[in-house]
């Protein structure tokens, strides 16, 4: 059996955690290991659970998204892969999140992976909404 790769989602909907758990659930290459709508919470998650992926919006109560981007870019090596959501995805929203996170060296490679993780995303929830 293949490695599984452990994540932890972070939104303030409960409703999207649910569905979008579901959904990866049945993929065989994820293990949601944690999911919750606070953004301290996402933090402890982070750093006992060590996810190689972590998907959060920026909108979080208790600690906000740019802090928890914040945060992982301090663990270094260490930190997991990130996938940005959020509905509030503007120009500059995103420019921020990139520079909370990567060092101008990094920058390119992080927002290269977000592209194609967030297209592999939706292709997954595609196929799933074609199966319904």
Same mark, same amino acid.
């Given at each position: 059996?293949?490695?599984?790769?452990?994540?932890?989602?972070?939104?303030?909907?409960?409703?999207?955690r649910v569905l979008?758990?579901?959904?990866?659930?049945?993929?065989?290459?994820?293990?949601?290991v944690g999911d919750?709508?606070?953004?301290?919470?996402?933090?402890?998650?982070?750093?006992?659970?060590?996810?190689?992926?972590?998907?959060?919006?920026?909108?979080?109560?208790?600690?906000?998204?740019?802090?928890? /981007?914040?945060?992982?870019? *301090?663990? #270094?090596?260490?930190?997991?892969? $990130? !996938?940005?959501?959020?509905?509030?995805?503007? @120009? %500059?929203?995103?420019?921020?999140?990139?520079?909370? /996170?990567?060092?101008?060296? *990094?920058? #390119?490679?992080?927002?290269?992976? $977000? !592209?194609?993780?967030?297209?592999?995303?939706? @292709? %997954?929830?595609?196929?799933?909404?074609?199966?319904?």
């Amino acid at each position: 059996m293949e490695k599984k790769y452990k994540v932890v989602f972070a939104d303030s909907s409960e409703e999207f955690r649910v569905l979008t758990r579901q959904m990866i659930q049945k993929s065989d290459e994820f293990d949601v290991v944690g999911d919750t709508g606070d953004g301290q919470e996402a933090w402890r998650l982070v750093v006992e659970q060590k996810p190689d992926l972590l998907v959060t919006d920026l909108v979080l109560p208790g600690l906000d998204g740019f802090a928890l /981007l914040r945060r992982c870019a *301090d663990l #270094g090596e260490n930190r997991p892969q $990130i !996938i940005v959501l959020s509905a509030f995805c503007g @120009q %500059q929203t995103v420019a921020q999140a990139i520079d909370a /996170l990567a060092t101008r060296d *990094d920058q #390119g490679r992080v927002l290269s992976f $977000i !592209i194609a993780q967030a297209d592999r995303l939706r @292709q %997954q929830i595609a196929d799933v909404d074609g199966e319904r």
